[in-house]
């Protein structure tokens, strides 16, 4: 019988293993994420906190001084890193209606519906407490579901969760975030300048062009990107859609196909033996076994999606710096001057209530509707309660939610009063999406058959 052969861990492997299970756990991000606005409230409620505030006003200056960018830090951060964000997305976006749950109408239909409703009820409920109002611009605000906090709060509170819950609330997030990023690009653009707008859109003609011309290699397209993202930013569109028009961008196919992968693969590990028997094993000195080496590495390549590789290697960038550092750049708000009448403000109000009531109320809603109308039907093994349970932590808007209110009410008291209806809503709402997911799931509550006239009540 063959055995397997590990090589042994070196040191720094060894160190570094535990982080890198941690890494890969479904609920590391979200912890990442949590702990970042935890750090961001303590730092900005504590003896430093001039230093909190003061930091991210801080104007830096990339390139020459005459022609260079200007920015304050928090500017960078939520113009600049937040770009590879929405780059994520996009490229999320993009992989789940090619081959992902949302790739079919029968797929798609119920997570697709549940996200419309998820949204177009919080921000009724918003803009009815807010109607006419210093606040109403912010009516966006409670519309958008944080993924990364959502799937981390189900792995963390209901680990026995059934796969279906988990796939239907990541594709209702995923849609979630396409449906963001629409109100982001027609709604909280105040003012368009055409020549950078034509600009940017001749770099997105040349990206499609790239693509339609076999390019798979990163760089052209990281280089283009730079360039888009400089025309959104002057075009009055907020630079961050730069992000996901790259991601449409990207190649999401492969260059062989698995026969022909398995053929080349084969031959190069074929090369590899025979040249051990014949030159020795001493692997950096056979030239015949590096070459065998390498055209293994080019199959590899080929048989992967550009899409997908670039997906895998953002993920950690993306989960464990760039979100945490948004939130500890935007999270912090001073809890001094807060009381009982605070969360009486017209906009903390709307948040609050539109996160808390009405993402549950309309994913609900859309989805009974979904599967009356026999659009869609509820994944296997998967009732209502459990979707109760999945509405409520869709209510944890967080990082988006963040992002939108300071394209919505900018700088000032609006901002902070949004801040504390986005923090309150989010830990209600993991709270209660808890425990009915806990509920719900315990092994006395009895097996649930989708049913496709079922209804919520």
């Given at each position: 019988?063959a055995?397997?052969?590990?090589?042994?861990?070196?040191?720094?492997?060894?160190?570094?293993?535990?982080?890198?299970?941690?890494?890969?756990?479904?609920?590391?991000?979200?912890?990442?994420?949590?702990?970042?606005?935890v750090a961001?409230?303590?730092?900005?409620?504590?003896?430093?906190?001039?230093?909190?505030?003061?930091?991210?006003?801080?104007?830096?200056?990339?390139?020459?001084?005459t022609?260079?960018?200007?920015?304050?830090l928090?500017?960078?951060?939520?113009?600049?890193?937040?770009?590879v964000?929405?780059?994520?997305v996009?490229?999320?976006?993009?992989?789940?209606?090619?081959?992902?749950?949302?790739?079919?109408?029968?797929?798609?239909?119920?997570?697709?519906?549940?996200?419309?409703?998820?949204?177009?009820?919080p921000?009724?409920i918003?803009?009815l407490?807010?109607r006419?109002?210093?606040?109403?611009?912010?009516?966006?605000?409670?519309?958008?579901?944080?993924?990364?906090?959502a799937l981390?709060?189900?792995?963390?509170?209901?680990?026995?969760?059934?796969?279906?819950?988990?796939?239907?609330?990541?594709?209702?997030?995923?849609?979630?975030?396409?449906?963001?990023?629409?109100?982001?690009?027609?709604?909280?653009?105040?003012?368009?300048?055409?020549?950078?707008?034509?600009?940017?859109?001749?770099?997105?003609?040349?990206?499609?062009?790239a693509?339609?011309?076999?390019?798979?290699k990163?760089?052209?397209?990281?280089?283009?990107?730079?360039?888009?993202?400089?025309?959104?930013?002057?075009?009055g569109?907020?630079?961050?859609?730069?992000?996901?028009?790259l991601?449409?961008?990207?190649?999401?196919?492969?260059?062989?196909?698995?026969?022909?992968f398995?053929?080349?693969?084969?031959?190069?590990?074929?090369?590899?033996?025979?040249?051990?028997?014949?030159?020795?094993?001493?692997?950096?000195?056979?030239e015949?076994?590096?070459?065998a080496?390498?055209?293994?590495?080019?199959?590899?390549?080929?048989?992967?999606?550009?899409?997908?590789?670039?997906?895998?290697?953002?993920?950690?960038?993306?989960?464990?710096?760039i979100?945490?550092?948004?939130?500890?750049?935007?999270?912090g708000?001073?809890?001094r001057?807060?009381?009982?009448?605070?969360?009486?403000?017209?906009v903390?109000?709307?948040?609050?209530?539109?996160?808390?009531?009405g993402?549950?109320?309309?994913?609900?809603?859309?989805?009974?509707?979904?599967v009356?109308?026999?659009?869609?039907?509820?994944?296997?093994?998967?009732?209502?309660?459990?979707?109760?349970?999945?509405?409520?932590?869709?209510?944890?808007g967080?990082?988006?939610?963040?992002?939108?209110?300071?394209?919505?009410?900018?700088?000032?008291a609006?901002?902070?009063?949004?801040?504390?209806?986005?923090?309150?809503?989010?830990?209600?709402?993991?709270?209660?999406?808890?425990?009915?997911?806990?509920?719900?799931?315990?092994?006395?509550a009895?097996?649930?058959?989708?049913?496709?006239?079922?209804?919520?009540?």
């Amino acid at each position: 019988m063959a055995t397997r052969v590990h090589a042994t861990a070196t040191p720094i492997e060894r160190l570094l293993g535990p982080f890198q299970r941690f890494a890969a756990t479904e609920s590391a991000g979200g912890l990442v994420l949590l702990g970042a606005t935890v750090a961001a409230l303590l730092w900005a409620n504590s003896p430093w906190a001039d230093a909190y505030f003061g930091l991210w006003q801080s104007p830096i200056t990339v390139g020459a001084p005459t022609l260079g960018l200007t920015e304050s830090l928090r500017g960078w951060i939520n113009d600049g890193l937040m770009v590879v964000f929405f780059f994520s997305v996009g490229l999320e976006i993009k992989r789940e209606v090619l081959i992902g749950e949302l790739a079919s109408v029968r797929r798609a239909a119920l997570p697709a519906a549940a996200a419309l409703g998820g949204m177009l009820a919080p921000a009724l409920i918003y803009t009815l407490v807010n109607r006419g109002g210093p606040g109403a611009p912010g009516w966006g605000i409670p519309m958008a579901t944080d993924i990364a906090f959502a799937l981390g709060m189900l792995a963390l509170l209901a680990p026995r969760a059934p796969l279906g819950l988990k796939v239907f609330l990541a594709a209702l997030a995923i849609a979630d975030d396409l449906g963001a990023v629409l109100v982001i690009a027609l709604f909280y653009t105040h003012e368009l300048h055409l020549g950078a707008l034509t600009l940017a859109g001749a770099l997105f003609g040349v990206l499609l062009a790239a693509n339609r011309l076999g390019v798979r290699k990163p760089m052209p397209y990281a280089l283009l990107g730079i360039g888009l993202w400089l025309a959104m930013l002057e075009s009055g569109v907020h630079a961050t859609i730069a992000g996901v028009l790259l991601a449409l961008t990207v190649p999401a196919r492969t260059r062989i196909d698995p026969a022909e992968f398995l053929e080349r693969g084969r031959a190069a590990l074929d090369e590899f033996e025979r040249a051990g028997e014949a030159r020795g094993h001493d692997v950096p000195s056979n030239e015949e076994q590096q070459w065998a080496i390498q055209a293994l590495e080019g199959a590899c390549e080929e048989a992967q999606a550009p899409l997908q590789r670039i997906e895998h290697d953002l993920q950690g960038v993306v989960a464990f710096f760039i979100v945490p550092l948004f939130a500890l750049a935007n999270a912090g708000i001073s809890l001094r001057a807060i009381d009982l009448a605070a969360f009486g403000n017209p906009v903390t109000l709307g948040v609050v209530l539109g996160l808390t009531l009405g993402k549950p109320i309309g994913i609900l809603l859309f989805s009974w509707l979904a599967v009356r109308l026999r659009l869609g039907a509820l994944p296997g093994g998967v009732g209502w309660r459990e979707l109760h349970g999945v509405g409520w932590l869709a209510g944890i808007g967080f990082t988006m939610s963040l992002f939108i209110a300071g394209l919505a009410l900018g700088e000032g008291a609006g901002l902070d009063a949004a801040k504390l209806g986005i923090l309150t809503a989010s830990l209600l709402a993991a709270s209660i999406g808890g425990v009915v997911l806990r509920r719900s799931l315990t092994p006395h509550a009895p097996a649930r058959e989708p049913e496709a006239t079922t209804s919520p009540a």
